[in-house]
């Protein structure tokens, strides 16, 4: 029997015109300072970015998102931006960056830029105007500044927590020297909130979004979007450690507010515009996170963004049943808005799969983890709507666990003193050849180590043995990527459940593309008979191994 779930209007007929590229698409996130290093320097840029495109496009993504490469001193690499039209130049120049553009575009590929709203740099313009304008000044109106409680001053103005820790107020000296204000940062001190509730900020933001569309971007993947604006009256919390705690953006006086919707309104008319002047279509992509699949439905409506990421796959347990819970809510919900659901195992910011599924850290020479994320990757390319694959995702890297802590950068450990929730190990620069560090990685004659350290097991996940090894994590990304390009069942359309154990998920999409996940650790009977079209691991005709995916092809009629 089969249960079907609506997952939005569906591939176009050949009669009728093609739907935007993004609708389905699959875009490998960039994190420019890990991918490749062309000067020597240890630190990647986006000369070794385009040097990597021929490998991306065998890999057969649609295209990449480039984290933040603009002015920034660094706290929060990238994160906290001081000029947004210009390239830091550890990353290279505008010049390179039309390269890359170029070069993208030559071979099929869509560019993506990483945008920061929330907040800028504590070294741009505009904050620095701020500081030397003095209290109550107009420059400090594009900021959240207030007076501090208390008969001093000397209290912050609410009792809100960074998400990075400590406070989420900073006092400042003023120009006199004497103890002033107090500014608002959700981050660290370095990433000051902007105000926009400020015409100002609004109408910069726009004219930035047309500077890189003007220089041939493809749309935008924008940071905490579902940020931006503050309850107007900073009220004090009844759980102000809550965003400290979780490190996500939990408090409702600082995150959600209704008003960030007509940013969006106001982004996506811009990108609309450009659609309409020459055809190709532009995307907003943003990283909402919000607590159900149908308030992240209300950020996708038609006229705002095009997407968001659906971040609850990526944080549900290996387990069946909520797995299914999840895929429901997502495609009920988000699909139903005529947007496709944007599907995300890995990113940046979180534990990679090999290690998140292993169960606890440290137990990843099992290869538990690395079956249970092949077996997740083959289920989340056959997902209705579009996906993104984080850099190194398509090696099986697992986290780097055990980085020293000189060497950690993540503010997040320097601002609490705990390694929890670090993000460095995420981030460690990818494995290109050979045997030792940098491992291909720096490119240049100086020969500098990368930024941060590799390990020597990396030599195991290098990209010249995963080509070389039909076997590998590459290869079963490539194959799942082209039978999802190839075949129509793939990307939009519908998808209807099968009756299966508890432990399995068996999805039918489209004509009979069936996709099985057996989440159990014991073998099950296949659902449907023959060999697999495509699996995570070895798969007998007839039977479902444990932490493994499939795809078959067969009648519907017989599932």
Not at 146 to 167: H, I, K, L, T, V
């Amino acid at each position: 029997m089969l249960s079907t779930l609506p997952a939005g209007s569906g591939r176009p007929s050949p009669t009728t015109t093609a739907a935007p590229w993004w609708r389905d698409a699959v875009i490998y996130q960039v994190y420019v300072r890990s991918f490749l290093d062309s000067t020597g320097d240890g630190i990647g840029d986006l000369a070794g970015v385009r040097a990597g495109l021929p490998y991306l496009k065998k890999l057969g993504v649609d295209g990449i998102w480039l984290s933040p490469f603009y002015p920034s001193p660094q706290h929060d690499h990238g994160y906290d931006v001081a000029d947004y039209r210009a390239v830091d130049p550890v990353y290279g120049d505008l010049t390179e960056f039309d390269r890359l553009v170029c070069a993208s575009h030559r071979i099929g590929l869509k560019v993506l830029l990483d945008i920061v709203p929330n907040h800028c740099s504590s070294e741009h313009p505009w904050f620095r105007e701020a500081l030397a304008a003095g209290p109550r000044a107009a420059a400090r109106s594009r900021f959240h500044f207030a007076p501090g409680r208390g008969a001093d001053g000397s209290e912050p103005p609410n009792n809100w927590r960074a998400m990075f820790g400590g406070p989420a107020w900073t006092r400042v000296t003023e120009p006199d020297g004497t103890p002033g204000e107090w500014y608002l940062h959700l981050f660290t001190p370095e990433q000051p909130d902007l105000n926009w509730r400020h015409q100002e900020v609004g109408d910069e933001f726009e004219q930035v979004l047309r500077f890189w569309l003007d220089r041939g971007v493809d749309g935008f993947r924008i940071d905490v979007a579902a940020g931006l604006f503050k309850h107007p009256e900073l009220p004090d919390s009844e759980d102000p450690e809550a965003d400290e705690r979780s490190r996500d953006s939990v408090n409702p006086l600082a995150w959600n507010q209704p008003e960030v919707h007509g940013v969006w309104r106001r982004w996506r008319a811009v990108c609309d515009e450009y659609t309409a002047r020459d055809g190709e279509h532009r995307l907003l992509v943003g990283e909402v996170s919000v607590p159900t699949a149908r308030e992240h439905a209300l950020y996708v409506r038609p006229d705002e963004l095009h997407q968001a990421f659906f971040f609850d796959l990526l944080s549900a347990p290996w387990d069946a049943a909520a797995f299914r819970t999840t895929i429901d809510a997502a495609v009920r919900d988000i699909a139903g808005t005529g947007s496709t659901v944007t599907w995300v195992l890995n990113n940046h910011d979180q534990v990679r799969t090999v290690t998140r599924y292993a169960g606890e850290p440290g137990v990843e020479g099992s290869g538990l983890g690395a079956a249970r994320a092949r077996a997740a990757a083959l289920l989340m390319l056959a997902l209705p709507g579009a996906a993104y694959v984080y850099q190194g995702e398509e090696l099986g890297l697992p986290e780097v666990l055990d980085l020293p802590d000189d060497v950690l950068t993540d503010p997040i450990f320097s601002r609490t003193g705990s390694r929890k929730h670090v993000r460095d190990g995420c981030r460690v620069p990818l494995p290109w050849s050979g045997h030792a560090s940098p491992f291909g990685f720096s490119q240049g004659a100086a020969g500098a180590q990368p930024w941060l350290p590799q390990p020597s097991w990396f030599a195991d996940h290098a990209t010249d043995r995963a080509l070389a090894d039909t076997s590998s994590f590459w290869h079963l990304y490539r194959e799942g990527l082209q039978l999802r390009r190839s075949m129509p069942q793939l990307g939009e359309g519908p998808l209807r459940w099968l009756e299966t154990p508890p432990q399995v998920l068996a999805m039918v999409r489209g004509d009979g593309l069936v996709c099985a996940v057996n989440f159990g650790s014991d073998p099950v009977p296949a659902p449907v008979p023959g060999a697999p079209l495509l699996a995570s691991g070895p798969c007998p005709d007839g039977v479902l191994p444990g932490a493994t995916a499939a795809w078959w092809i067969t009648d519907l009629k017989t599932a």
